[in-house]
């Protein structure tokens, strides 16, 4: 059962993912097989191979010698007998149930009866695909992310039937590969189809609410610390893809989720405006993108007053000592709260801003407030809007004025991400380490959601789910059991 670099791989489909796969097993030393169907998809991948190599070359990444080695190793063929000397033939053709069954049915006949078979499959199940194949204790899932040699993580997908000791070759495999490989049980959404959900179904909700797009996106990367915003990454991605997929992992959990499929992102896919690909979608791409307005900011402070207890804005306040600013510790302020003249400026917990007594701004949760680009708050007026903006702009940050809503969107969109993620430690799809590791490596996100969690307060982080979910009466938000109950806050 052991897979080394001496075991010939075969890939089978030579689309964007075979051809992916193909390119990062020959460059980890194996001989690869990669056939498919169709000549033209054949001519395609080697034609995008070579490119892709001599880009490599031409970067400096890949010496020629390496290339030409890799280019030796590789054999495109529509023969698929050809794919009998492989110890390892991963699937990678069209996502449709009945064919990737017969497709291993076939294979199962052609190489030998201890080879590992595995699929690239995104949203079927496993055990589904293999219910035919003879011998299934050596069938599971590989699934890779796009683009195959760019994307490090590979989910290892045992069906209930697989072998452990094909769920270890397979892990270990990959790390020779240079990925990072995680276990994942065979559910619907694997680990990152199924956690990453609410990142777009919260920009979508804010869409739909009415917020600017762009103020949206800038959030979550300016505040949330991610690389693209929800709204321009479903974008790039399609929304024949992205809003698919909601809705399949969606209806495969009957809805018992931490997100909804959104009508924002319905009606974009429905009217065929799907991004990027088809020149439109959230964002017009022939028009140049808009920018969000930030508030102007009011005159910068010399001095700010801070509660006691302000564990949640250390950051902020040592910024504000870092840029000059006297800071004095107001007894009368409640906890993570600033005052700026006489604007109180309140670090939000889940509640709105109207249901904070005497708070005239609220300010949404950073990632990383020493980091972040952008604040992002809620304000009962332009001009304690503006005092914010003021002190904002004095620690080198830019602000965004969202309307009052639950959570508002970073902390709503980080807590649901975590509380996702958390559901999938109870569900036992995956160990908390294995989840973290899926979404940083998988989705780009900057910091796993449970790492995140941990950071922030599993208590504290209970206690914002349960007002997110009482104010907008909306029991998805209600915190999973494994961040404890809010009633352990008390204690
Ligand atoms: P693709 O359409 O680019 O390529 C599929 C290839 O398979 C085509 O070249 C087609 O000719 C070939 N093919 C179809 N039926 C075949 C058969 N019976 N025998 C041999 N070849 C056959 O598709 P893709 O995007 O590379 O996706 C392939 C698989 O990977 C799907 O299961 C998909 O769900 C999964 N996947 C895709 C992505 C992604 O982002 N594209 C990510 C992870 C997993």
């Known amino acids: 059962m052991i897979l080394n670099r001496d075991s010939c791989v075969a890939v089978v489909g030579a689309g964007a993912m075979g051809s992916g796969i193909a390119q990062v097993a020959a460059r980890a030393g194996h001989r690869v097989v990669l056939v498919d169907t169709g000549e033209g998809a054949l001519n395609r991948s080697r034609v995008g191979l070579t490119g892709a190599l001599e880009k490599l070359v031409?970067?400096?990444?890949?010496?020629?010698?390496?290339?030409?080695?890799?280019?030796?190793?590789m054999h495109w063929t529509t023969d698929m007998?050809?794919?009998?000397?492989?110890?390892?033939?991963?699937?990678?053709?069209?996502?449709?149930?009945?064919?990737?069954?017969?497709?291993?049915?076939?294979?199962?006949?052609?190489?030998?009866p201890?080879?590992?078979?595995?699929?690239?499959?995104?949203?079927?199940?496993?055990?589904?695909?293999?219910?035919?194949?003879?011998?299934?204790?050596?069938?599971?899932?590989?699934?890779?992310?796009?683009?195959?040699?760019?994307?490090?993580?590979?989910?290892?997908?045992?069906?209930?039937?697989?072998?452990?000791?094909?769920?270890?070759a397979l892990l270990a495999l990959m790390q020779q590969w240079g990925k990072v490989a995680v276990r994942v049980r065979d559910v619907p959404g694997f680990i990152v189809n199924r956690v990453a959900r609410p990142y777009y179904a919260e920009g979508?909700?804010?869409?739909?609410?009415?917020i600017d797009a762009a103020a949206i996106d800038q959030a979550l990367t300016g505040a949330g610390g991610f690389r693209m915003g929800p709204l321009m990454l479903a974008d790039m991605i399609g929304h024949d893809v992205n809003y698919v997929v909601a809705r399949s992992v969606y209806d495969a959990y009957d809805g018992h989720t931490r997100f909804r499929p959104q009508p924002s992102q319905q009606a974009l896919y429905e009217g065929g405006t799907l991004g990027r690909k088809s020149g439109g979608g959230v964002y017009d791409?022939?028009?140049?993108?808009?920018?969000?307005?930030?508030?102007?900011?009011?005159?910068?402070?010399?001095?700010?007053?801070?509660?006691?207890d302000h564990q949640?804005?250390?950051?902020?306040?040592?910024?504000?000592?870092?840029?000059?600013?006297?800071?004095?510790?107001?007894?009368?302020?409640?906890?993570?709260?600033?005052?700026?003249?006489?604007?109180?400026?309140?670090l939000g917990d889940g509640r709105p801003l109207s249901r904070r007594v005497e708070v005239d701004v609220l300010l949404d949760q950073a990632r990383d407030f020493g980091a972040?680009?952008?604040?992002?708050i809620s304000a009962h007026t332009d001009a304690s809007a503006a005092a914010a903006a003021g002190l904002a702009d004095r620690l080198g940050k830019q602000t965004l004025l969202l309307p009052d809503r639950p959570g508002l969107i970073v902390l709503r969109t980080l807590a649901q991400l975590a509380n996702a993620a958390a559901d999938a430690v109870e569900d036992a799809v995956a160990s908390a380490q294995d989840i973290d590791a899926a979404m940083r490596f998988g989705a780009n996100h900057p910091e796993g959601p449970l790492e995140w969690a941990g950071r922030y307060g599993h208590a504290r982080l209970a206690a914002a789910l349960s007002h997110i979910a009482d104010e907008t009466g909306d029991a998805m938000y209600r915190p999973s059991p494994y961040f404890g109950s809010v009633e352990d806050l008390a204690q």
Do not use: C
Not at 114 to 143: K, M, V, W, Y
């Open 58 to 73: 031409g970067q400096g990444k890949m010496d020629a010698l390496e290339r030409d080695g890799i280019l030796a190793r």
């Open 81 to 112: 007998a050809e794919v009998a000397p492989a110890r390892l033939v991963v699937e990678a053709i069209i996502e449709d149930r009945a064919i990737k069954s017969a497709l291993f049915v076939r294979l199962a006949e052609l190489v030998a």
């Open 114 to 168: 201890d080879a590992i078979l595995a699929s690239n499959t995104s949203s079927l199940s496993i055990d589904e695909i293999g219910a035919h194949i003879p011998q299934p204790e050596r069938f599971a899932g590989l699934h890779f992310f796009n683009p195959v040699p760019v994307m490090k993580l590979v989910e290892v997908v045992p069906g209930q039937r697989t072998d452990a000791m094909v769920t270890e």
């Open 204 to 210: 979508f909700a804010a869409l739909g609410e009415g």
């Open 285 to 308: 791409y022939g028009a140049s993108l808009p920018q969000p307005v930030y508030v102007t900011p009011g005159s910068a402070p010399d001095s700010i007053g801070v509660s006691r």
């Open 312 to 346: 949640g804005l250390v950051a902020i306040v040592e910024q504000a000592r870092q840029a000059g600013l006297a800071v004095i510790v107001a007894e009368d302020l409640p906890a993570d709260t600033l005052r700026v003249g006489e604007v109180v400026i309140a």
């Open 372 to 376: 972040a680009a952008t604040w992002i």
